[in-house]
């Protein structure tokens, strides 16, 4: 049975439609036994999120809040070109950042475009370690490039439990999921599951995503937020 250490993947009030605080948050990461919580506030591009100053004072929050450990992040938005919807000015103030596609602020381009558009987004910045949701057909991937832009970038893949909640919200989430884990063991590609909470009653809560994998026999070996040292050793984080 895969057990995780960390949620990576969850957000507040600042992201302008949470409805929990970092403290709520991280009070019920330790109450699910996690010992890691990463905050990851959409950036610029989602309606209603918060401004990129937000990002630059995170040094104001505290480390450490009910036993469980806070990393810094962003869930910044893949946009048309490759491109990253935050500065590398702003980056540079988190511990981490993710990127993902997001239809509020992007243009389909197929899925030859779109996984052009994420594997560009890979190399902006070192401090971009894994894709969020890549699993909605709206916004269609070519799984076999992603995995190997992935592996060539050093850049893990997310499993998104939020995308597998009725009613779903993205399209064809489970068959694509299906794609992209066989590729991502073909080509070693490893995995963070998350939750994608905008709730605190969310945190840690990834048990449809942990069923899938277990139902697909995944190689936990591959899931980096089993085990902390790994987990923040893949994310360059001391």
């Given at each position: 049975?895969?057990?995780?250490?960390?949620?990576?993947?969850?957000?507040?009030?600042?992201?302008?439609?949470?409805?929990?605080?970092?403290?709520?948050?991280?009070?019920?990461?330790?109450?699910?036994?996690?010992?890691?919580?990463?905050?990851?506030e959409h950036a610029p591009g989602i309606p209603g999120t918060c401004d990129p100053i937000y990002f630059n004072n995170l040094r104001a929050v505290p480390r450490e809040l009910f036993g469980v450990r806070v990393l810094h992040g962003s869930e910044i938005n893949v946009l048309e070109g490759g491109n990253l919807s935050l500065p590398e000015r702003n980056i540079q103030h988190l511990d981490y950042c993710a990127a993902g596609i997001h239809i509020q602020c992007y243009r389909d381009e197929g899925a030859a475009g779109n996984t052009k558009n994420v594997i560009g987004c890979m190399g902006k910045s070192r401090k971009l370690r894994?894709?969020?949701?890549?699993?909605d057909s709206r916004t269609p991937l070519d799984y076999e490039?992603?995995?190997?832009?992935?592996?060539?970038?050093?850049?893990?893949?997310?499993?998104?439990?939020s995308s597998l909640v009725e009613p779903v919200f993205r399209l064809n989430s489970r068959e694509?999921?299906?794609?992209?884990?066989?590729?991502?063991?073909?080509?070693?590609?490893?995995?963070?599951?998350?939750?994608?909470?905008?709730?605190?009653?969310?945190?840690?809560?990834?048990?449809?995503?942990?069923?899938?994998?277990?139902?697909?026999?995944?190689?936990?070996?591959?899931?980096?937020?089993?085990?902390?040292?790994?987990?923040?050793?893949f994310l360059l984080v001391d």
């Amino acid at each position: 049975m895969i057990r995780l250490i960390a949620d990576l993947h969850t957000h507040t009030l600042a992201s302008g439609h949470a409805y929990g605080t970092i403290r709520e948050n991280a009070q019920a990461a330790a109450e699910r036994g996690l010992r890691i919580l990463g905050v990851t506030e959409h950036a610029p591009g989602i309606p209603g999120t918060c401004d990129p100053i937000y990002f630059n004072n995170l040094r104001a929050v505290p480390r450490e809040l009910f036993g469980v450990r806070v990393l810094h992040g962003s869930e910044i938005n893949v946009l048309e070109g490759g491109n990253l919807s935050l500065p590398e000015r702003n980056i540079q103030h988190l511990d981490y950042c993710a990127a993902g596609i997001h239809i509020q602020c992007y243009r389909d381009e197929g899925a030859a475009g779109n996984t052009k558009n994420v594997i560009g987004c890979m190399g902006k910045s070192r401090k971009l370690r894994f894709i969020t949701h890549p699993d909605d057909s709206r916004t269609p991937l070519d799984y076999e490039e992603l995995c190997k832009g992935a592996r060539d970038n050093h850049v893990a893949l997310e499993v998104n439990n939020s995308s597998l909640v009725e009613p779903v919200f993205r399209l064809n989430s489970r068959e694509n999921y299906a794609k992209m884990l066989e590729c991502c063991e073909k080509y070693r590609v490893p995995v963070i599951v998350d939750s994608d909470a905008h709730d605190p009653s969310a945190v840690g809560r990834v048990d449809l995503a942990l069923a899938m994998l277990e139902a697909y026999g995944f190689d936990e070996s591959l899931v980096l937020n089993t085990d902390e040292k790994k987990l923040l050793n893949f994310l360059l984080v001391d």
